[in-house]
């Protein structure tokens, strides 16, 4: 079949789908511009950081406004573009879409909701039944997932992930050695990495959410000394300001789905990181209701 790039991505815009047999393509492109890419990534600023989008695709353009057109701006996803919100495979397709155009300006991380579990109960499998009256497109988007990476270094201090850290490693060699192409599995490293959330505890404690550990300032401080890190900065929380900083500004939750789920009315935000490493965050609020449209499924 003919396959269009820059109509694809010009569609998606718009918020419209693609065929079925485009989506297989792009998948097919995707899997292999992230097999190239190594599961810890290292790149140079400035950049622009993100966290949960959830399929808040009006939210995700209004980003795109205030942080400036891929490829004018570097960018770095955490994960969880999908799920919760109601438009999980537009949102999903033009990012995906801008990384086959533009593989060196996006940067993409795979999130806990980039899963087949996680996804047949919050939202994206019931989205592409629905869109598509068949789950075909569903399979490819998650066999995609697999081969998304894992960790991003930004001028070899800051340690970007979207959940967080691990009791099962204390250095980067063990990130670097997973054996990434597969499902999320329920445990181990690769599985905290993406679950693990920070909080006011003494050492690793299991989380509540069922998968990933809490873990608290003392085990932070170790990880960071012991890889010559200077901050963490994750995605995996709702935060009503949009950000927060916690241990004395050494991690950084940024998340940028505003008024989530559409009733949280809390507030989204992005990290803008310079040459010198200087941070700026951009809080904003969600698209205004004369932009946005409401299809419920």
């Known amino acids: 079949m003919t396959f269009n790039l820059d109509k694809m991505i010009e569609k998606l ?35 622009t950081v993100c966290g949960d989008i959830h399929g808040q695709f009006y939210d995700l353009v209004e980003l795109f406004l205030l942080g400036g057109k891929i490829p004018d701006t570097n960018y770095l996803f955490l994960g969880d573009w999908v799920d919760r919100g109601f438009f999980s495979l537009e949102t999903l397709l033009l990012l995906v879409s801008l990384k086959v155009k533009y593989p060196t300006r996006i940067t993409m991380l795979r999130g806990n909701h980039e899963a087949r579990s996680v996804t047949k109960i919050y939202g994206f499998y019931d989205e592409v039944l629905m869109k598509y009256n068949s789950p075909q497109v569903w399979l490819w988007c998650t066999n995609l997932f697999d081969y998304l990476p894992l960790t991003v270094l930004i ?131 969600a698209a205004p209701l004369e932009v946005r449209q409401i299809r419920k499924f």
């Open 155 to 285: 001028s070899g201090g800051i340690f970007c992930v979207h959940g967080g850290i691990s009791p099962s490693t204390s250095t980067m060699k063990d990130i670097k050695e997973i054996s990434r192409v597969q499902e999320v599995p329920n445990d181990g490293l690769f599985c905290d990495l993406l679950w693990s959330d920070p909080a006011e505890v003494s050492d690793f404690t299991p989380s509540p959410r069922g998968a990933g550990y809490l873990f608290g300032q003392k085990t932070l401080d170790e990880f960071l000394r012991t890889n010559n890190l200077s901050l963490v900065c994750r995605a995996h929380q709702l935060c009503i300001q949009g950000y927060k900083y916690l241990f004395n500004k050494k991690i950084l939750t940024i998340w940028s789905a505003p008024n989530y789920t559409y009733r949280a009315e809390n507030q989204a935000a992005i990290l803008e990181i310079d040459d010198e490493l200087n941070q700026n965050i951009i809080v904003y609020d």
């Open 13 to 47: 815009q718009k918020c419209e789908y693609p065929t079925e047999n485009e989506i297989g393509v792009l998948c097919e492109k995707a899997i292999e511009v992230f097999s190239r890419e190594k599961n810890q990534i290292e790149i140079m600023p400035p950049v």
